[in-house]
């Protein structure tokens, strides 16, 4: 089982809808979560992080987070087409590092 | 802004030859961390370092070897290249445990190897 997994797409959504974004993880252990997003050929920038159960929003975006469920979730509103990119989960376990998932990559299309 | 600048964007560079990757961040960070992305791999941890001095192998350290003399740079050294370490090449750094912040990237270096 992988440590991190998300859906590869690609996730493909309409402009104005919303879109939800999906990550489970393996270790329990974890305590904070980051949402990053990737353009092509740019490096990964910080768009959310959660570490409490329930639900985060920033905007038009909200982290959700189930420990119990070892599932964490992005969801994206009013969805625009510079939001097209490949998202990455990464949780934060007992050590310093983060894993990351492979993405997901989410296309908006107009 | 926490700034981390990585030396080159794009380098080429020749089977066999010793090759320096340069991090560098303004933020006094004290981890820092060496990931390679390849398309269907993610990105993977090669080396990271919680400390001057201090390295740690990630998941794939062979044929890499890194250096933090200052707490702000951190090096990336291929000791002879080869065409499978054709990669894009991503620094990042944080701020230690307990931090809610995640890693700052790198704008990343995509190294040739011919």
């Known amino acids: 089982q992988k440590e991190v997994e998300q859906n590869s797409g690609p996730l493909s959504v309409p402009e104005g809808a919303i879109a939800s974004l999906n990550c489970t993880y393996s270790d329990r252990g974890s305590q904070s979560f980051f949402w990053y997003r990737q353009y092509s050929g740019k490096s990964p920038e910080l768009i959310m992080f959660i570490y409490s159960n329930g639900d985060k929003e920033d905007g038009r975006f909200t982290a959700q987070l189930n420990k119990a469920s070892q599932y964490v979730s992005l969801l994206i509103r009013d969805s625009q087409p510079s939001d097209s990119a490949t998202y990455l989960c990464a949780p934060r376990g007992g050590a310093q590092k983060l894993v990351f998932g492979q993405g997901t990559r989410l296309t908006i299309n107009p | 802004d926490v700034k981390v600048t990585q030396s080159s964007r794009y380098l080429v560079k020749r089977t066999g030859e010793k090759v320096f990757l340069e991090c560098v961040q303004d933020m006094d960070h004290e981890n820092m961390f060496w990931y390679r992305q390849d398309p269907g791999l993610g990105l993977r941890l090669i080396y990271f370092?919680?400390?001057?001095?201090?390295?740690e192998k990630g998941d794939i350290p062979e044929g890499y070897s890194v250096s933090r003399e200052k707490k702000e740079r951190f090096s990336l050294i291929l000791e002879s290249a080869s065409t499978n370490q054709t990669s894009m090449y991503l620094c990042?750094?944080?701020?230690?445990?307990?931090?809610?912040?995640?890693?700052?990237f790198g704008s990343g270096t995509r190294l040739t190897v011919v």
């Open positions: 990042a750094s944080s701020q230690p445990r307990g931090s809610t912040y995640g890693y700052t």
């Open positions: 370092s919680y400390d001057v001095k201090m390295k």
